[in-house]
């Protein structure tokens, strides 16, 4: 890992959703290139595992346990990061929850309405507060963790795919936005990835979606962090707004 490519020395990343799964892998790994990393998750003993785990591998890391659809603590939680870390520089909410497995007739507005909080509203209040630091220092790289689910839909998880066709679309809006900037925004549409989350998913449905995976078979948390690390970097300067597929083939667009 250690290479003058890619390079994260001294910049400041924020992974939501990094105590456990995809986003700990990329935590991982961001250390792992030189980045101080702020763990920010719900869960408090899961965080200070991942957190004393980065530490005890020589890594700068903190935990912020927060709610992402909480505007204050996301605005606090933003606050925190620049005063520990020194500044806010890499951005990567991968905060999600995939919700129950229903057909729309069977799913509650309650059970929606969670679901997109917490992946795009959540997505969309981290974004928004970490704007603050990174334009007044003109530099940042934000990634949105999205979904082949948000390109393709996912039968039986409606509001999931909507959720995270959202997130893609918010991240083209504010790539956009940003484009005159030094400010680069992407997001990466996984397919299925073997991590905790399949737990809330019916085998019926994981069956469904390595069905249509050309490579056939799910993806790995680490596979995801390779590709996040060179888009938190300064190499990745002329692309923005753009959505990076690593769905083993099963994208076709």
């Known amino acids: ?7 994260l020395d001294g910049r400041a990343a924020v992974v939501t959703g990094g105590a456990r799964g995809i986003g700990l892998a990329i935590a991982h790994r961001l250390a792992a290139a030189g980045a101080k990393v702020a763990i920010v998750d719900l869960d408090q003993g899961a965080s200070d595992i991942a957190v004393t785990e980065l530490q005890a591998a020589g890594h700068v890391a903190t935990a912020c346990v927060i709610d992402v659809t909480d505007e204050a603590q996301v605005e606090a939680m933003t606050q925190q990061v620049v005063d520990e870390l020194g500044s806010y520089d890499v951005l ?10 229903a057909f729309a007739w069977e799913t509650e507005a309650d059970e929606w309405r969670q679901v997109i909080d917490i992946n795009l509203t959540g ?34 998880l409606g509001p999931y795919s909507a ?19 030094e400010i680069r925004v992407h997001s990466v549409a996984p397919a299925v990835i073997h991590t905790p ?4 998913v019916s ?7 390595v069905s249509k995976i050309p490579v056939g078979r799910t993806g790995r948390p680490d596979e995801v962090a390779a590709l996040v690390h060179y888009l938190a970097s300064e190499d990745c300067s002329f692309t923005t707004g753009s959505c990076f597929d690593i769905s083993g083939g099963r994208a076709t667009y």
């Open 1 to 7: 890992m250690e290479s003058p490519f890619f390079s």
């Open 92 to 101: 990567v909410t991968s905060a999600a929850i995939v919700g129950r497995n």
């Open 123 to 156: 997505a969309w209040l981290c974004n928004r507060a970490a704007l603050g630091p990174m334009r007044a220092q003109n530099y940042g790289r934000i990634i949105n963790i999205a979904s082949i689910a948000g390109k393709e839909g996912n039968p039986k």
């Open 163 to 181: 959720s995270k066709a959202g997130v893609i679309g918010m991240t083209k809006s504010l790539g956009k936005e940003l484009a005159d900037t």
């Open 197 to 200: 989350m399949l737990d809330q």
């Open 203 to 209: 085998q019926e449905t994981i069956d469904y979606m």
